[in-house]
């Protein structure tokens, strides 16, 4: 029977014993004592921000990182008082308020420092920050060495809690990138060993020293130095470049919608905008109100602009033409997997359903989408999945 009840049409479904679980996954996995950054940044990786941190901070984790000041002035609202680092340096027209909600700012270079410090004057609180130190990634490149930017935030009492930096997948540029084609994780030991460096230097054993994420998290133990930043593992995902994968992550997120509409259309119907699709057979259609706009099967513009992409767009769309639906995404309907066929639009889309006669109007969907992708207007329902 279909399903009725005070839900709205479209939701995500998150679940929070999920999101628990793999938390202490990666909690089990931490070395030498070190801390856990769950990292919460775009909306908690679409899973919502505030509900996705209480989870974390009740599960063990005891920093949270976001991307920025926002996000950050968000979580204080909500009344969490957990640590938080901001990954982005504040422009001069946000230090004010990271200062006043005692959030942790990101600091490359001495402006950086001098911003804050003028911040905390105003505000009438200590700023405080963690220095970053580019070792190959080049997003965040400073002319001033780690140790000059400390020194100037130590004479302007801008309290300096750390020092990280950050790696991104093979070939994103590394202090010595060449030693970790041959050995990865080679260029993390060397910051490890540059920081301690640098700690001793400025005479603070109090600094926390961190520059692993998910995958060196995985691979690499010795790199997790006094604390781990960790997004994608939490949210049940891996790094695509991770051959590791020994952890028992949980699916912790679903876009759900429902079926509004459900009829038959003849042979050689074409479906949707263009008429890209032209069935083959008398088909059941199923419409469903999600479309484009709410995220469905976006793809980054660096991957959909890929040669490989496009030829195997070209092919699905040649296909589709003839009928033939083995290419195409799909859709989850009463736990049976149904194709999408039609060009996806703004705000919906057309399911073949012929082969799943039981389906009725008014039953759940769960459909492929990018998780950030997807508005944060539509509501969370936190419920573990075995309850929804």
Not at 40 to 59: E, T
Request: with cysteine; charged share 20%.
């Amino acid at each position: 029977m279909s399903e009725t009840t005070s839900h709205p049409t479209t939701w995500v479904a998150v679940d929070p014993e999920a999101l628990a679980h793999n938390t202490e996954q990666v909690r089990a996995r931490l070395q030498g004592g070190a801390r856990l950054m769950a990292v919460v940044k775009a909306n908690a990786y679409g899973h919502g921000l505030v509900q996705a941190a209480h989870v974390f901070l009740d599960a063990g984790a005891e920093w949270l990182g976001v991307s920025s000041v926002g996000e950050g002035a968000a979580l204080r609202g909500a009344g969490i008082d957990a640590p938080v680092l901001v990954f982005m340096p504040a422009a001069p027209g946000e230090c004010d308020a990271l200062v006043a909600h005692n959030l942790t700012a990101t600091v490359a270079r001495t402006e950086h420092v001098s911003w804050l410090h003028e911040a905390a004057e105003r505000v009438g609180k200590t700023a405080k920050a963690h220095v970053f130190v580019d070792t190959g990634l080049s997003r965040l490149p400073a002319d001033e060495a780690a140790i000059d930017v400390i020194d100037a935030a130590s004479g302007l009492g801008v309290h300096v809690s750390g020092l990280y930096t950050h790696y991104g997948p093979p070939g994103s540029g590394a202090m010595a990138e060449g030693l970790d084609l041959f050995k990865s994780g080679v260029s993390a030991r060397m910051f490890g060993a540059l920081a301690e460096d640098l700690r001793a230097s400025a005479g603070r054993r109090d600094l926390i020293i961190h520059c692993a994420a998910s995958a060196l998290l995985l691979e690499e133990p010795e790199t997790h130095l006094d604390m781990v930043r960790v997004g994608t593992l939490l949210y049940g995902q891996y790094p695509a470049q991770v051959k590791q994968r020994d952890l028992e992550l949980r699916e912790t997120f679903e876009l759900r919608s429902r079926i509004v509409n459900i009829g038959t259309v003849g042979v050689g119907a074409r479906i949707g905008y263009g008429g890209d699709f032209r069935t083959r057979r008398e088909t059941k259609l199923a419409t469903v109100p999600v479309g484009y706009a709410h995220g469905l099967c976006m793809l980054p513009e660096s991957i959909a602009l890929r040669a490989r992409s496009c030829v195997k767009a070209t092919i699905t769309r040649i296909a589709a033409s003839w009928g033939r639906t083995g290419r195409l995404p799909s859709v989850r309907i009463r736990g049976l997997e149904a194709p999408i066929i039609g060009r996806i639009a703004m705000d919906h889309f057309t399911v073949d359903v012929t082969d799943l006669p039981q389906v009725e109007l008014g039953d759940v969907v769960a459909l492929p989408v990018r998780r950030t992708a997807v508005s944060p207007d539509i509501p969370r329902v936190y419920r573990p999945f075995g309850e929804c």
